[in-house]
């Protein structure tokens, strides 16, 4: 009998559980096959059965509220992604354009995320405390176990911080600490940010985007390299498939009647902030595993403090080299904090999904990134949308699409077909040559037993 169907641990979309009776012409012709395909398929089927023998079944209610929480996870992180990114380049005018002066005054709005977070979190559980209080007030246990409002933000909060501390491991936050996880992360997210801030102010949104989905491109050939990840010729397909993306719309930004020297120096720009990026995704995921959401949001306000601290001699010294063009009567502060705090909450809610989630599926934010600033630039900037932008736009979503094909589906999956394609054909043919030659001996014989 067919098992029911089953999903990887939290994974959102479970695998099949017979991929051999998925595959019924690899089946049909697998006696046909040489001795190093039989080895690859019976590999690919034995993985298969390796993998469902480590799930458990999920119920169909839990599967669909998965499935509507993934989703609502995913453009959630796009929209407020997308909504910072356009208010970026929003700010930008005659009399303001400093990308260090905006990145440091968004870090500062980022100290707060760990105080707000608080502040919400404490008021939700009072609500629900107050809730469940008079849903049993009949109830003499819950009537002696009433305490002092004060108590209760204090005993929560207390738990909340100790909580939110285990992210620097098991010494807490110590300056020790402190040294080890947040500065690295720190200046690298300071180099990350401010050369995207860079290039938005040079180049359309969209663009800066598209060329920044090479993060993922670089994730990937720093764990092959440094992580010593399994290597796939699909994943160094999809690879190149970006990349060349990624060449096509750097050279549209600098080839096309509105492009300038500007766009082509933002696109480079922007490769070294998705390297930067790429090195700080693969090092939080490295040192500081799965946090929660308290975690996260202490860590984004301590290591926003440590990035004002930094950042603040770097705008200053390109405000007093003329690099920079600010002043206090013409800030646009209302972009800057709306940006700041759509920038937390982004943070706040991909790392949640992270955790959550699936990795995998929270990566899907960038095709969607893609396509929404490539409309508002189409549709509210009135840009102009060349066929070069359009064919590097259309690779860089079909290989980072690729990019994202778990390693168990490329190796059974792909292998299998890739299998069947090459080996198939030939079964084939073997099979149609014995026919033909099984007609033609019965033939003979006919002819023979007829003679007299």
């Known amino acids: 009998m067919d098992q029911p169907a089953k999903g990887m641990g939290t994974s959102l979309f479970p695998i099949s559980t017979n991929v051999y009776d998925e595959l019924p012409a690899v089946k049909k012709r697998s006696a046909s096959l040489n001795f190093h395909s039989q080895r690859v398929l019976a590999h690919s089927i034995t993985r298969a059965a390796s993998l469902t023998s480590e799930t458990s079944e999920i119920p169909k209610a839990t599967y669909r509220f998965r499935i509507i929480f993934g989703l609502s996870i995913i453009f959630c992180i796009a929209g407020l992604s997308v909504c910072e990114q356009q208010m970026a380049k929003q700010a930008n005018t005659a009399t303001f354009r400093a990308p260090f002066f905006f990145l440091w005054y968004s870090t500062l709005i980022r100290c707060f995320t760990y105080p707000a977070y608080l502040a919400c979190r404490l008021m939700f559980e009072f609500t629900r405390r107050k809730i469940y209080r008079w849903r049993n007030w009949k109830n003499s246990e819950m009537n002696s176990y009433q305490s002092q409002t004060s108590e209760f933000y204090q005993s929560t909060a207390s738990g909340l911080w100790r909580d939110a501390k285990n992210v620097f491991g098991p010494n807490n936050f110590t300056v020790e600490s402190a040294a080890k996880y947040i500065v690295p992360y720190v200046l690298i997210f300071i180099v990350s940010n401010g050369l995207f801030y860079v290039a938005v102010s040079k180049a359309p949104v969209s ?14 050939i720093i764990s092959w390299i440094f992580l010593k990840e399994q290597f796939l010729i699909f994943k160094l397909f999809a690879v190149l498939i970006c990349m060349g993306g990624i060449a096509f719309t750097a050279y549209a930004s600098g080839t096309k009647i509105q492009g300038s020297s500007d766009s082509l120096v933002a696109a480079i720009i922007v490769t070294g902030s998705s390297l930067s990026s790429a090195i700080q995704a693969t090092g939080f995921k490295r040192f500081l595993g799965s ?22 001699p770097v705008f200053i010294g390109l405000r007093l080299a003329h690099e920079e063009v600010w002043d206090a009567v013409t800030l646009p502060v209302g972009l800057m904090s709306a940006s700041g ?16 989630v699936s990795p995998v599926l929270v990566s899907l934010v960038k095709p969607i990134q893609i396509v929404l600033n490539n409309g508002i630039d189409l549709g509210i900037r009135g840009l102009d949308f060349g066929l070069f932008n359009a064919i590097g736009t259309g690779l860089v979503i079909v290989g980072f699409l690729m990019l994202l094909v778990p390693n168990e589906l490329v190796n059974i999956r792909i292998r299998a ?36």
């Open 291 to 312: 946090p929660n959401v308290t975690q996260i949001a202490l860590f984004m306000s301590l290591s926003s403090v440590v990035g004002c601290l930094i950042t603040w």
């Open 341 to 356: 705090a759509l920038s937390s909450g982004s943070s706040i809610a991909y790392y949640l999904g992270i955790s959550v």
């Open 417 to 452: 077909f890739v299998t069947w394609l090459c080996c198939g054909r030939t079964a084939g043919r073997l099979e149609e040559e014995e026919e033909v030659m099984g007609k033609e001996r019965s033939e003979s014989s006919i002819s023979w037993s007829s003679c007299p």
């Open 207 to 220: 663009e800066c985007v598209t060329v920044a989905s090479s993060h993922i491109v670089f994730v990937h």
